[in-house]
């Protein structure tokens, strides 16, 4: 069973623009961590942002801040102030406590426009 | 410091050969895993070592496929009698492995190999 939706499969946003990117995820298990992870054309994984399922707060990472809704099951990420280096994939991604897998989305492509 | 290395960058290989794609993690991360992804995809979880304890397996597509990890380092992912379908970018990821909150759990990629079946 698909685990993490990631239902936008491209975006575009204007430059200096902010721009949500939608994550929901399913699971059972009460212990568990939601990741972001943006992977350029360069193929590279980079870690964004990470938000556990106990913290109160949402996470913010700079300019990357996490939307954390736990009853709707949703982690959108927010990035501000859009900047056209920001061009990529971005993958949502869950770890249960009791899994040793990562579970990822299908990604989303983000474009940025000048 | 040294980040996680995977070697080859890219392999070209004819179907049914054997392929061995190497990982070496970050020194001191005791979670090392192995990933698949298909072009245009998102990553396909294969397998998970932490420290000395059996590996996780649960994501190895077929009995093809196969890792180790000596020492607790060095890991080696080999693909037996390879096929088109195996064609792929396969990503290594370590991590702290300690459970719980975003040192435990925040994985470190490699760059990947980029595998080619003929």
């Known amino acids: 069973a698909q685990k993490i939706t990631q239902t936008q499969p491209g975006m575009f946003v204007q430059e200096k623009e902010a721009v949500t990117l939608d994550c929901t995820y399913d699971?059972?298990?009460?212990?568990?961590?939601l990741f972001w992870y943006k992977q350029p054309s360069s193929g590279e994984m980079i870690f964004l942002i990470y938000q556990g399922s106990y913290d109160q707060q949402n996470a913010t990472e700079g300019r990357y801040s996490l939307n954390f809704q736990k009853a709707r099951k949703s982690a959108n990420l927010v990035i501000s102030a859009s900047q056209l280096g920001d061009s990529a994939m971005y993958f949502c991604a869950m770890r249960e406590a009791n899994n040793n897998d990562m579970r990822f989305g299908a990604g989303t492509r983000l474009t940025v426009k000048p | 410091g040294a980040g996680v290395s995977q070697s080859p960058s890219n392999k070209v290989t004819e179907k049914g050969k054997d392929v061995e794609l190497r990982c070496d993690p970050i020194?001191?991360?005791?979670?090392l895993y192995w990933y698949r992804q298909s072009l245009g995809q998102g990553l396909e979880f294969l397998i998970y070592f932490q420290g000395n304890s059996a590996p996780d397996k649960s994501g190895l597509p077929s009995d093809r496929f196969s890792a180790e990890r000596t020492g607790g380092s060095v890991s080696t992912l080999t693909i037996q009698r390879t096929q088109q379908e195996d064609s792929a970018v396969y990503l290594c990821?370590?991590?702290?492995?300690?459970?719980?909150?975003?040192?435990?759990?925040?994985?470190?990629f490699g760059p990947g190999t980029r595998l080619t079946v003929l």
């Open positions: 990821a370590s991590s702290l492995g300690v459970r719980g909150g975003r040192a435990g759990n925040e994985q470190f």
């Open positions: 020194s001191g991360h005791t979670a």
């Open positions: 699971t059972s298990d009460p212990s568990y961590g």
